[in-house]
T-cell receptor, first 114, second 110 residues
Framework: GAVVSQHPSWVICKSGTSVKIECRSLDFQATTMFWYRQFPKQSLMLMATSNEGSKATYEQGVEKDKFLINHASLTLSTLTVTSAHPEDSSFYIC??????????FGPGTRLLVL | AQRVTQPEKLLSVFKGAPVELKCNYSYSGSPELFWYVQYSRQRLQLLLR??SRESIKGFTADLNKGETSFHLKKPFAQEEDSAMYYCALSGGAGGFKTIFGAGTRLFVKA
């Protein structure tokens, strides 16, 4: 089946630094990828929809300048958390659409900002 | 507004007992409904979708448009069914955008 990977699986950084998270579709081309955020014991919250070659569509309340998304190819989307602060600490999950609206999820990236 | 409601955060049943995880939705239009499952230390994965009308791992879910519900059912729960279950909705102007419910943790006791 289709596989989506994320790198890194976890990252610890100092407050004020930027962190980049990669999401790759390993064996299929994904025209659309999604980025979610999940707080402990809570559901997935959609942050943005990323389409290859175009600007990402952000959900209401998600800061575009804070969470930069780039979808440079059909197999790679990146999320950069700029000037990270402790409140940005969370579990970030990406997913990719193959066909027929089937979403395949990455394993997630745990970010801890000190 | 689009919304998915899972009223139970935790559902605990004995092995062999029937289980029903509730899901209600709010959507103007014709949504597509899904159930996703996340086993311990694993990634989220699709369990079933309403348009397929299939049974996966013994689970079924029927879309009731009148009650705007999409409850997940299994007649005889197994210990390996213990996991986090998320009901989700997509479709309409939002395209593939998916809205997730808060999730229900199912615990099947031996």
């Amino acid at each position: 089946g289709a596989v989506v990977s994320q790198h890194p699986s976890w990252v610890i950084c100092k407050s004020g630094t930027s962190v980049k998270i990669e999401c790759r579709s390993l064996d299929f081309q994904a025209t659309t990828m999604f980025w979610y955020r999940q707080f402990p014991k809570q559901s997935l919250m959609l942050m943005a929809t990323s389409n290859e070659g175009s600007k990402a569509t952000y959900e209401q309340g998600v800061e575009k300048d804070k969470f930069l998304i780039n979808h440079a190819s059909l197999t790679l989307s990146t999320l950069t958390v700029t000037s990270a602060h402790p409140e940005d600490s969370s579990f970030y999950i990406c997913s990719a659409i193959q066909t027929q609206e089937t979403q395949y999820f990455g394993p997630g990236t745990r970010l801890l900002v000190l | 507004a689009q919304r998915v409601t899972q009223p139970e955060k935790l559902l605990s049943v004995f092995k062999g007992a029937p289980v029903e995880l509730k899901c209600n939705y709010s959507y103007s239009g014709s949504p597509e409904l899904f159930w996703y499952v996340q086993y311990s230390r694993q990634r989220l994965q699709l369990l079933l979708r309403h348009i397929s009308r299939e049974s996966i791992k013994g689970f079924t879910a029927d879309l009731n448009k009148g009650e705007t519900s999409f409850h997940l059912k299994k007649p005889f729960a197994q210990e390996e069914d213990s996991a986090m279950y998320y009901c989700a909705l997509s479709g309409g102007a939002g395209g593939f955008k998916t809205i997730f419910g808060a999730g229900t943790r199912l615990f099947v006791k031996a």
